[in-house]
Structure formats: C-alpha cells, structure tokens
C-alpha cells in the first residue's frame, strides 16, 4: 500500500520561502502523478500544483503560477515543491496525494497527513 509523508511546513514571514518535500513508499507500479493540494479554513481545498509520473509534465494553479516549482526525485521517490514569494493566502495545510490524472486534479487516491504553512509577520 502507498504512504507518503509530507514535511516542510512551517511559519515563514511574506516574502520568504519554504521547501515541502512529499516522500513516498509502497509503489507496486511505476512511480504515480503527484499533485499537492492545500486547504485554508473556511475555503474549498484546491489543486496547487501536479507533476507527472515521468516529471515531464507540470501543472500550476494560477494563484501561484511562478512562485511555486514542483519537481520529482525517482530515485529518492520524494517529490519538492518550492514555494517563494509567499503571501498570507498562501496560509493552509497542503496534502501530497496520487492522482491518475494531473489535468485537473483527477481521481486522487493516496494522500498524506498533510503538512501547515503559515505565512504571517
């Protein structure tokens, strides 16, 4: 069975960075898509961002269409979203979760305990 692990969250002032990292175990089949979502009180949870098995493919949401990197490390079966930039919007726990498609978020399957950014000063 699939587990990940987030990690990498914290509180970081407007302006700064942070690195979330999304570890996976468990794979019975070629490495899967992984998306990260994120949900805020009181707000719908969201796609942030989704790379393709390979890493070929990126998709960003458009709130953070280029302050945010996603990347993939096979090897290391890790997946890293740098986050710069950051804004206090960016505030809310973000998951780490398989999808069978990265175009528009689809059929996510296995998902993390999900890690908090805060973004305040």
Not at 42 to 68: H, L, M, P, Q, W
């Amino acid at each position: 069975q699939m587990h990940l692990v987030e990690s990498g969250g914290g509180l970081v002032q407007p302006g700064g960075s942070l690195k979330l990292s999304c570890v996976a175990s468990g794979w019975t089949k070629d490495p899967y898509n992984i998306a990260w979502f994120r949900q805020a009180p009181g707000r719908e949870r969201e796609g942030v961002s989704c790379i393709s098995n390979s890493g070929g493919s990126t998709y960003y949401a458009d709130s953070v269409k280029g302050r945010f990197a996603i990347s993939r490390d096979n090897v290391k079966n890790t997946v890293y979203l740098q986050m710069n930039s950051l804004k206090p919007e960016d505030t809310a726990v973000y998951y780490c979760a398989t999808v069978w498609f990265c175009s528009g978020y689809r059929d996510p399957d296995y998902w993390g305990q999900g890690t908090q950014v805060t973004v305040s000063s």
